[in-house]
T-cell receptor, first 115, second 114 residues
Framework: NAGVTQTPKFQVLKTGQSMTLQCAQDMNHEYMSWYRQDPGMGLRLIHYSVGAGITDQGEVPNGYNVSRSTTEDFPLRLLSAAPSQTSVYFC??????????????FGEGSWLTVV | AQSVTQLDSQVPVFEEAPVELRCNYSSSVSVYLFWYVQYPNQGLQLLLKYLSGSTLVKGINGFEAEFNKSQTSFHLRKPSVHISDTAEYFCAVTVNTGFQKLVFGTGTRLLVSP
C-alpha cells in the first residue's frame, strides 16, 4: 500500500524561486491537507481540501497556493520562496473531512531549505 | 479556539522504566484527542485516539492514554519502554463537530537509554 506519497523528499531553493511539492494518495480519501513542522512549534496547518475543486486556508497560508483538480492529488506551490519557508512539510489525508474522529494519515515529509 | 500544551519538550528515561508524557488541552466545546508518534526522518503515525466512551484508551506498541475531562488532560503512558520507543510524540485535538482540523502540541521528545 502506497498510502500518502510526497515528492521530493529533499529540496534546496534560492530565495525567489518557485516550486511545487507533490502529494498523492491512493486511498480514495476526500480530505487532504498540508502542514509544516518547525522546531518547537509542532505542526501547523497550511491549506486543506475537503474534495476535488474545494480548498481552504489553514493557520499559516501566506506564501503558499494549492489546488485540487483530482481526488488523488493535492500539490502545494511556493510562488516565491523565502528563507522563512525553510521547514519540513507534511501532506495528510483522511477518509472524510466531515467526520472529525477519522484517522489522518501522513506522508513521509519533504525537507525544504531556502537559501 | 482550542489549544494543546505539552508540558515537557524532552523526557529522558531508562529502558524498561515507565513513562508518562503530559498533554493538556483547552477548549470550550467537546473534542476528540489524538496521540501521534514520529520516528526520526519519518512521517507521523497514529498511536491512539479518544472519541467517546471509556476514558482509558489503548493504542499500538503498548501505549495507553487517559482522558480526564475535569483536568482537561490526555496523558500518554507506557509501563515499560524500549529503546525503539525513542521518538517525538505529538498530542493533537480537534473539535468534534464539522470539519476536522487537527491542532497539534509542540511535541515531546522521548529519549530511551540502556
Amino acid at each position: 500500500n502506497a498510502g500518502v506519497t510526497q515528492t521530493p523528499k529533499f529540496q534546496v531553493l534560492k530565495t525567489g524561486q518557485s516550486m511545487t511539492l507533490q502529494c498523492a494518495q491512493d486511498m480514495n480519501h476526500e480530505y487532504m491537507s498540508w502542514y509544516r513542522q518547525d522546531p518547537g512549534m509542532g505542526l501547523r496547518l497550511i491549506h486543506y481540501s475537503v474534495g476535488a475543486g474545494i480548498t481552504d486556508q489553514g493557520e499559516v497560508p501566506n506564501g503558499y497556493n494549492v489546488s485540487r483538480s483530482t481526488t488523488e492529488d493535492f500539490p502545494l506551490r511556493l510562488l516565491s520562496a523565502a528563507p522563512s519557508q525553510t521547514s519540513v512539510y507534511f501532506c495528510a489525508s483522511s477518509y472524510s473531512g466531515g467526520l472529525s474522529g477519522n484517522t489522518i494519515y501522513f506522508g513521509e515529509g519533504s525537507w525544504l531549505t531556502v537559501v | 479556539a482550542q489549544s494543546v500544551t505539552q508540558l515537557d519538550s524532552q523526557v529522558p528515561v531508562f529502558e524498561e522504566a515507565p513513562v508518562e508524557l503530559r498533554c493538556n488541552y483547552s477548549s470550550s466545546v467537546s473534542v476528540y484527542l489524538f496521540w501521534y508518534v514520529q520516528y526520526p526522518n519519518q512521517g507521523l503515525q497514529l498511536l491512539l485516539k479518544y472519541l467517546s466512551g471509556s476514558t482509558l484508551v489503548k493504542g499500538i506498541n503498548g501505549f495507553e492514554a487517559e482522558f480526564n475531562k475535569s483536568q482537561t488532560s490526555f496523558h500518554l503512558r507506557k509501563p515499560s519502554v524500549h529503546i525503539s520507543d525513542t521518538a517525538e510524540y505529538f498530542c493533537a485535538v480537534t473539535v468534534n463537530t464539522g470539519f476536522q482540523k487537527l491542532v497539534f502540541g509542540t511535541g515531546t521528545r522521548l529519549l530511551v537509554s540502556p
